[in-house]
């Protein structure tokens, strides 16, 4: 007889559906025919500019030491992060990729008994870190589609829904995949106003590419609230998605707990030197910058070209309203070797998120997309 493997399974992981990353290009590659080297893949965020030269050369270095186990506590990229933005070494917390710490944090502070609370179209891996720990997840309603930030977190609501059994509010700023922000100032009254047994989750992936005026103050509220755990990645400005290297900023005796749950060497030598060179690598992520602020130009006239509009971004991406299916465009573009993400489990059937590329990958992506709509 069979076991139904579905009922062994933890309650809070039978009603997951698993995070479906962006299409490779090699799968379309296969799918299709295509040269892998003529597709264009707009979809997971990458920095266009491949990685950081710095990153690249010390990964290279230390390939010979690959027979050694990582440095377990990261001593050397912990040390870098504490100079750079003038913080503690033991309020550091280092994860394979931020999406590590976010699942760390989620088996840190979360129960059965508690509850975690975050705003509809945010980030997918909130409701499985959530969920796959037994928590109940509380997903806010988002600003309504005519709002100055349309679909972007409502704070008044989400702090309506905290009690008493709430452990861990997650916010992302900017958001994935609306691109949308916060107000620093109305970002800073929230967490100042959290009950002190409420852990606020800064997600701060997309940081870099934001307008300096836009940016919260976050690193140096860490120590005016100790609650606030804020977390950052070298996957997008710096380049290093391959490898999975991010890092979490919180009071030490929150630092100090997370340690105790995160797995050990969880952090690979290659992205733990790499992340360290990327660092100082200040020019290579300046022109990260100028081409996302070049490319998104481009794509804002292509699109109003095109009778298109978009949510307000932030970040390195645009999530665009097609007035239609978005994964029926996702499909039609794919023999065309342009590779977007629809959002349709955000809850935008209609929209798709599209990674702002370099110039010629725009171009193309956007001749692409008028073909498919017959603009």
């Not at 309203?321 to 809850?347: H, M, Q, S, T």
Request: hydrophobic letters at 45%; glycine letters at 8%; proline letters at 8%.
């Amino acid at each position: 007889m069979t076991c139904d493997f579905l009922e062994l399974a933890a309650p809070g992981v039978r009603g997951l559906t698993p995070y479906q990353p962006g299409k490779p290009e090699s799968e379309l590659a296969r799918e299709f025919g295509l040269d892998e080297a003529d597709i264009v893949k707009l979809a997971s965020n990458e920095n266009p500019l491949g990685p950081s030269p710095r990153a690249l050369a010390a990964i290279q270095a230390c390939l010979d030491h690959l027979h050694r186990y990582p440095d377990g506590g990261g001593y050397l990229l912990k040390s870098k992060i504490s100079e750079k933005f003038g913080l503690p070494l033991d309020g550091i917390t280092l994860g394979n990729g931020s999406n590590d710490l976010l699942d760390i944090i989620a088996r840190t502070f979360l129960t059965s008994a508690h509850n975690a609370v975050m705003s509809a179209h945010a980030f997918a891996v909130y409701p499985i870190a959530t969920q796959a720990v037994g928590a109940e997840l509380r997903v806010v309603p988002a600003n309504a589609p005519d709002h100055e930030q349309p679909y972007g977190h409502d704070l008044a609501a989400m702090r309506a829904r905290i009690d008493e059994r709430t452990r861990v509010v997650w916010i992302a700023n900017p958001n994935n995949p609306t691109g949308t922000w916060l107000d620093p100032a109305a970002l800073e009254d929230f967490v100042a106003g959290l009950p002190p047994t409420t852990v606020c989750v800064l997600d701060e992936a997309y940081i870099e590419f934001m307008d300096p005026a836009l940016r919260p103050d976050s690193l140096h509220w860490v120590a005016r609230y100790p609650q606030l755990i804020v977390t950052r990645t070298f996957a997008k400005a710096y380049g290093l998605p391959g490898v999975r290297v991010g890092y979490a900023l919180a009071h030490a005796q929150v630092t100090d707990l997370l340690n105790r749950v995160r797995a050990p060497f969880n952090v690979n030598t290659p992205a733990l030197v790499g992340a360290a060179a990327a660092l100082d690598d200040e020019d290579y992520v300046a022109r990260g910058v100028a081409n996302n602020r070049a490319g998104m130009a481009q794509w804002q006239q292509g699109l109003r070209a095109l009778g298109l509009g978009w949510l307000p971004s932030a970040g390195n991406f645009l999530c665009v309203d097609l007035g239609r299916p978005g994964l029926e465009v996702f499909k039609a573009l794919l023999p065309k070797g342009v590779i977007v993400r629809p959002v349709a489990n955000y809850g935008l059937p209609n929209f798709v998120r599209i990674t702002i590329g370099t110039e010629r990958e725009n171009a193309i992506a956007l001749r692409a997309l008028g073909e498919v709509l017959g603009r």
